[in-house]
């Protein structure tokens, strides 16, 4: 039988993705722009792939201009298990440093 993967969050108070499961679990892969939609694409380990439409207003004017110009921006999706590690440590180290 398979294990079955619980969805926890990492820290009290850490909002789960649309998917109900949490960063680092789920990180964003690239953002997209699709005809005249913004898109973030995300990878979570339980869902797969999945995509939420950004609203153009909450992005930063340079991602705005880059996503105009190339319909594509983000990171490599080679590094996702190393991100997955670096952001969960990170998110670790800064859970302990709150307590002390
Ligand atoms: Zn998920």
Do not use: W
Not at 78 to 83: G, H, M, S, V
Request: glycine share 6%.
């Amino acid at each position: 039988m398979e294990n079955i993967f619980i969805a926890k969050p990492y820290f009290t108070g850490q909002i789960p993705s649309q998917c109900g499961h949490y960063h680092p679990d789920v990180i964003r892969i690239r953002n997209e722009k699709i005809g005249e939609v913004y898109i973030r694409v995300l990878d979570c380990v339980v869902c797969g792939e999945i995509e939420e439409q950004l609203d153009p207003n909450m992005l930063s004017e340079e991602l705005v201009r880059e996503l105009d110009l190339n319909g594509v921006s983000g990171t490599d999706e080679n590094d996702l298990k190393e991100r997955r590690k670096i952001e969960l440590e990170r998110i670790l180290s800064d859970n302990d440093s709150r307590l002390d």
